[in-house]
């Protein structure tokens, strides 16, 4: 099965299945402006690298088919957003309505009160749609400041049943965006996240993948 969508221009994918060349590579052309390399500097990309090279594995042992990150700025302020799409075997039974339904009931009652879902219609499918807030530990080596920190982080989670025809067994597919930004989230990110969302179709194929077409710039005509 192929999961065809649109993401903004602003987002770079994030390669998945990283060797730790591979993450060196990146960490390192994403820091291109810094071109004098001390000891630990070094040292710092090299932490930098086997972190991204773990999160790289693991995201694609998990399903994900795309994973991509935006820097950019926001009414003056920087901003940072994450995004992943993933297919996961999910055995839902006959009905994606009823698999809906039963997985907003679930999520809601494991996420707690300061998160709220509901199930929508959209081009894919019906739905399953959460927002939150939750809260991750930055290690030392990817905090600014140095420092081991906690960062809250406002959550955008759409899970759609894939409809029958296309999977045996059933998938689900997954959208998971986050940003540390918790006040650029309803202006900013929430109309790019529901653009994302109704961009979203599956088609066949024998091998599960994506194919990704881009969307214009966040605020320009059609936005």
Not at 34 to 60: N, P
Not at 151 to 178: K, N, W, Y
């Amino acid at each position: 099965m192929r999961v065809d969508f649109s993401i903004p221009v602003e987002f770079e994918e994030v390669p998945l299945g990283m060797d730790f060349a591979a993450a060196w590579d990146e960490v390192c052309a994403r820091g291109a402006h810094e071109s004098h390399m001390t000891e630990t500097r070094e040292k710092s990309l090299s932490e930098m690298a086997r972190t991204l090279e773990a999160i790289s594995r693991s995201l694609a042992a998990s399903g994900v088919l795309y994973a991509g990150n935006c820097l950019h700025s926001f009414e003056g302020e920087i901003s940072l957003g994450s995004l992943a799409v993933a297919v996961v075997d999910f055995a839902y039974g006959d009905d994606p309505a009823t698999a809906a339904r039963g997985t907003l009931r679930g999520i809601l009652d494991s996420r707690g009160e300061n998160w709220t879902g509901s199930v929508i219609d959209a081009p894919c499918g019906q739905a399953v749609v959460f927002t939150g807030g939750q809260r991750y530990v930055l290690p030392s080596v990817l905090s600014p400041t140095g420092e081991r920190a906690e960062v809250l982080t406002a959550q955008f989670h759409a899970m759609i049943p894939v409809p029958a025809g296309f999977d045996e067994p059933r998938r689900m597919c997954l959208v998971a965006f986050s940003t540390p930004q918790v006040t650029h989230w309803e202006k900013c990110y929430a109309p790019l996240v529901a653009r994302i969302l109704r961009s979203l179709r599956f088609a066949p194929e024998d091998d599960n993948h994506a194919a990704v077409d881009r969307l214009a710039p966040t605020g320009a005509e059609g936005s």
